[in-house]
Nanobody, 124 residues
């Protein structure tokens, strides 16, 4: 049974930093892209960042480029999202997700596995 378990979400002040973790289990992800989406109240779920498990290439949404960094630890089967210079508009539930294929396979409709989400709240 595939599981993606997120952790690390909490309340943080604007300008602060936070690191989210996604522990993956249940299969090998070498042919997958793994990454993060977020959904704010009343808004659609949107792509944030992705990393190709094999090779480590990355892809970011324009809104987070230069502030967020995605990485993975193969030994721990864990993907991280380091978020710096947080803004109130980053407030959302953040979901870990995995899709078989390239970095660009990781779209809302292309996701094969979803985590349960972790709440990030940025206060102004």
């Amino acid at each position: 049974q595939v599981q993606l378990v997120e952790s690390g979400g909490r309340l943080v002040q604007a300008g602060g930093s936070l690191r989210l973790s996604c522990a993956a289990s249940g299969r090998t992800f070498s042919s997958y892209a793994v990454g993060w989406f977020r959904q704010a109240p009343g808004k659609e779920r949107e792509f944030v960042a992705a990393i190709r498990w094999s090779g480590g290439s990355t892809h970011y949404a324009d809104s987070v480029k230069g502030r967020f960094t995605i990485s993975r630890d193969n030994a721990k089967n864990t993907v991280y999202l380091q978020m710096n210079s947080l803004k109130p508009e980053d407030t959302a539930v953040y979901y870990c997700a995995a899709a078989q294929g390239t970095l660009y396979s990781l779209t809302v409709v292309g996701v094969d596995y979803w985590g349960q989400g972790t709440q990030v709240t940025v206060s102004s």
